[in-house]
């Protein structure tokens, strides 16, 4: 099982998404290694929704290939997301404002006892765990029982990446987590995401703003008008340059690969 | 309200934080709104007192015992307490930012700042005030016995009521006494709780008729004789209305975390809040208005005509909850209590008339099915429900206006079939009281221990932990328990007598009337005896209230509540959660039209005939009561309790309405007005919230 630290956590493989006569992706490979925080830049429109709408089972690819863990599978739902341990966290569809920390935190997979029908949730032991799984994380909440909407959205954001982390996830998607956080609660969260990371998670940010990932990421990956322009370590390429391939798509001359240019 | 805006713009430019100024703002209004009520108030009895114009020297001459000595220290407390109010209110409006109870016990002010005066005042004035109240039920120096008998109700059972809350009302405000003297922090919830719990009070003592309106203006006198009187007349519903609002502010200003406000906030969290208070305002109020208002038939009444309205409005509530509206209520409701009495009489679907048990489970099945055919168009097209059921709600109302010929009515009784009646063996009855009585023996082993353990635990570790309310804890904890543990006791004993009794005749077939069981006159109550002709309450009600319970605690404490909530309060996080939510709304969907079918059955067997125009109307009437029992439009937030209750409330209003004498025709009027409020108030009150 050598191979088990090698292969890529995900790898999508010449991803292609019709919608019509629409091409929202010609073409896109994709992948995320082990314990690795991916940036997924591009401007609006660029296709990186589309991507990560695949990756989470929201919409079939036309054509190209997923592999999880090497093994090719196949995500037709949410559902089947979920089940192979892709947690994603939406800016705005991550909790339900009006239930409570620990009932967000459980939700879907309630603590209950009982038996058959007659199950009952376990309201005491699911506030209780869920305090004490946040707190392992290094989030402090006042009382589980509290409801969401009393939070802030940092607050929120981190609840959201504290329970990914607590139910043994492989791989977190945060869809533009910090894009409308002020910049004390993006530090936050994006401390919370590199603790998902030590935890042996991986992790793609999904943003339009190289600003908001850069401290982050080991890695950025860059999408435009549905194909990748590239992949790129940190150490490559500066804040600077993905800021411009971000906009213009323009690679730098000394950043061009081959297999980028024979496209 | 308009000082109070402006007071509120004064403190904003204050020193205090935006979050602090919030609930100062709001605490202030309710402030001044009771502070300046309970002075003219008070001034206002003591005058009255004074000058004998109020019937209460009417009634002390009954007692003809220490007379003078009550009405001279009722006048003078009343005296020093209006001034002492009104100045509390003038120096609160002249120094906006005044400092409060608060910064009194952070050592940041003296005790003579009009806020800390009044708060202090008030506790030592509630105590004096509780202590005499008991003693004078004890010693039988205020004639209350008299007065309740106006009434008509247990003259014991209220003198009890009076003592017991005026011993808990010495105790609480003894102890804040003390802990404002000490400057303990923990003063300020206690003084909250003290004056929440003295609003009550004072509802309690209107309630037991300690007040009567009618002796107010004096026998063959005008309007004009008794001007304090008159007042006294507004006044009263007034500062009942005024006491609701405030304490309804206090109880949902913002949701304070500390452990000691944990019933406070409980209810701040709890949807039907609004409802509760409401509830507690048109009791209060119409029985003040009419002594027939709390009759039992007129309770009774009130709660058998309901049922219907209130089977469906747990429905509805279910559906709201989880984000959608279903116009169609009334027309499912129509069609399917059609089915059912078709189904007996006539036969439907090309089948021969039915035995009323399978006729009612096809009207079950078919209502299912419009709940059905409602939740596929709704998902499959993402029309907004709104919409969808506007359109179903006339699609189906064609059912019955097609089955019915023309303005017939269909009755049962034209068809001159004996009712139906259900034979079942005592040995089936023997076995669901067996299982029952498991059920009692499993729930009783699991909880008894645990809460008699508790109580014990509370007990054995009072010195040693520093909760504030420990001792109530104690109180609270060893009464519920006792409770629990009696109505075990009391099932029990019901059970085995029912056994047993059933044992006795094991050889007869037992039989009973569908319509009897489904909703028919309630004879004797375990507890009330026999119920005399007058009063007409249903068996529909124990159905309507146990579905209540069945569905609230569906709603809260099992999964597929929090499913609810979650499609309700947020779609996309329940789906990114793997929550299915069309299948939570379909399923929401078919409840609430199975229970119109259920609604259906119990109008039938009450009524026993159908029209075509049957249930219309009836959607709004049900959204509107599950409205002001708190549920949210937009959904994700709500009650089935807060929807009985909003039932309630317009069930009470509209039998109240007719009893004071009013043209119920003003019925809509004023349900329309209370629905807007209501509404007002929940989103004000979510904004606070969140």
């Known amino acids: ?263 | 309200m308009a000082n109070a805006s402006s007071s509120a713009d004064m403190l904003a430019s204050g020193q205090y934080s935006p979050e602090r100024k919030l609930l100062r703002n709001s605490k202030f209004t309710a402030t001044i709104i009771l502070l300046v009520v309970t002075g003219l108030l008070s001034l206002l009895f003591s005058e009255q007192i004074l000058t004998g114009w109020l019937a209460f020297g009417e009634r002390a001459n009954i007692s003809r015992r220490e007379l003078n000595l009550i009405e001279l220290l009722l006048a003078a407390g009343g005296i020093v307490w209006g001034l002492l109010s009104l100045y509390t209110a003038w120096g609160f409006l002249r120094h906006p930012a005044t400092p409060s109870m608060e910064d009194y016990l952070g050592g940041r002010v003296s005790l003579r700042s009009p806020g800390v005066l009044f708060t202090t005042a008030l506790i030592g004035l509630l105590f004096a005030v509780s202590i005499f109240l008991i003693e004078q039920v004890l010693t039988g120096w205020l004639p209350l016995g008299e007065r309740a008998n106006i009434s008509r109700r247990d003259i014991n059972t209220i003198e009890w009521v009076v003592v017991g809350l005026g011993v808990l009302g010495a105790l609480l405000n003894g102890r804040t006494l003390i802990f404002l003297l000490r400057r303990d922090r923990r003063a300020w919830a206690w003084a909250q709780w003290v004056s929440l719990l003295t609003v009550l009070l004072m509802m309690m003592a209107l309630f037991s008729g300690g007040i009567d309106i009618y002796s107010v203006v004096p026998p063959g006198g005008t309007a004009l004789d008794n001007i304090p009187g008159v007042l006294e007349l507004v006044a009263l519903p007034l500062i009942l209305v005024l006491s609701a609002i405030s304490t309804y502010r206090y109880l949902t200003l913002a949701v304070d975390l500390s452990a000691d406000q944990s019933i406070r906030n409980r209810l701040a969290k709890s949807p039907g809040a609004g409802a509760i208070i409401g509830l507690a305002a048109l009791l209060i109020g119409f029985s003040l208005a009419s002594s027939l208002f709390l009759e039992p038939r007129a309770i009774a009444s009130a709660l058998s005509t309901n049922v219907t309205n209130g089977i469906v409005a747990i429905g509805i509530t279910l559906l709201m909850i989880s984000g959608e509206f279903d116009l169609s209520v009334g027309s499912i409701f129509g069609a399917s209590a059609l089915i059912f009495i078709l189904a007996m009489t006539e036969g439907v679907f090309g089948l021969p008339p039915m035995n009323a048990v399978i006729a009612a489970l096809l009207s079950l099945v078919f209502a299912g099915f419009l709940g059905f055919i409602n939740g596929v168009l709704l998902i499959r097209t993402g029309i907004p429900s709104f919409i969808v059921t506007l359109g179903t709600l006339l699609a189906y109302r064609a059912i019955p206006l097609v089955l019915i010929p023309e303005g017939r009515i269909i009755r049962y009784a034209d068809y001159g079939i004996p009712d139906p009646f259900i034979d079942f063996s005592p040995f089936l009855l023997i076995a669901l009281l067996v299982m029952g009585g498991l059920a009692l023996a499993y729930y009783a082993i699991r909880q008894l221990p645990t809460m008699w353990g508790g109580v014990r635990r509370r007990i054995v570790t009072y010195r040693e932990t520093t909760a504030p309310f420990r001792d109530v804890a104690i109180v609270t904890s060893a009464l519920w328990s006792a409770v629990v543990t009696a109505a075990i006791a009391g099932l029990a004993l019901f059970i085995f007598s029912g056994i047993a009794d059933l044992l006795s005749r094991t050889d007869e077939m037992l039989r009973i009337s569908f319509f009897d069981l489904a909703n028919g006159r309630i004879e004797s109550l375990p507890i009330f005896g026999r119920l005399t002709a007058d009063i007409n309450l249903r068996t529909g009600v124990f159905w309507w209230f146990l579905l209540v319970i069945v569905f609230q605690f569906i709603l809260t404490q099992m999964r597929y509540g929090g499913f609810t909530f979650a499609v309700g309060g947020n779609a996309g996080a329940a789906r990114a959660q793997g929550i299915s939510v069309s299948r939570v709304k379909i399923t929401n969907f078919i409840i609430c039209a199975v229970l119109c079918g259920v609604a259906g059955i119990t109008f039938v067997s009450r009524v026993g005939s159908v029209n075509a125009n049957l249930g219309d109307g009836l959607e709004l009437e049900v959204i509107a009561a599950s409205v002001i029992g708190g549920v949210l439009l937009t959904g994700g937030y709500g009650s089935i309790v807060g929807a009985l209750l909003g039932v309630l409330i317009f069930g009470l209003l509209r039998t109240g309405l007719v009893l004071v004498g009013m043209d119920p025709r003003v019925f809509f009027g004023v349900q329309g007005i209370i629905i807007i409020v209501a509404v007002v108030i929940n989103t004000a009150v979510r904004r606070v919230r969140t």
Request: charged letters at 25%; proline letters at 3%; a neutral charge.
């Open chain 1, 1 to 263: 099982m050598n191979d088990k630290a090698t292969t890529p956590l995900v790898e999508m493989k010449g991803i292609v998404k019709q919608f019509g006569t629409v091409e929202a992706l010609r073409g896109v490979d994709f992948r995320v290694d082990r314990q690795e925080i991916v940036g997924l830049l591009g401007d609006n429109g660029a296709g990186k929704s589309t991507l990560i709408k695949i990756l989470t089972g929201m919409h079939t690819p036309t054509r190209g290939q997923i592999y999880f863990e090497g093994k090719p599978v196949f995500i037709n739902s949410p559902h089947d997301a979920r089940d192979i341990g892709i947690e994603t966290v939406y800016q705005d569809l991550a909790l339900v404002p009006l239930m409570s920390i620990a009932r967000n935190f459980w939700l879907g997979q309630e603590l209950t006892r009982g038996f058959g029908p007659f199950k009952t949730l376990n309201h005491k032991a699911m506030a209780e765990q869920a305090r004490e799984a946040l707190l392992d994380i290094g989030i402090r909440i006042r009382n589980a029982e509290e409801a969401v909407a009393m939070m802030s959205g940092g607050e929120r954001q981190s609840i959201a990446i504290g329970r990914a982390v607590y139910f043994g996830k492989k791989l977190l998607i945060l869809d533009e987590p910090t894009s409308a956080l002020s910049v004390k609660q993006t530090g936050e969260v994006l401390n919370y995401t590199r603790r998902a990371k030590e935890r042996g998670m991986s992790v793609i940010f999904i943003t339009h703003n190289i600003a908001h990932v850069h401290e982050v990421a080991d890695r950025f990956t860059i999408i435009r008008g549905g194909r990748k322009i590239g992949d790129f370590y940190k150490h490559e390429v500066t804040e600077m340059e993905v800021a411009q391939m971000v906009m213009s798509g323009a690679v730098p001359d000394r950043l061009k690969l081959p297999d980028v240019v024979e496209e």
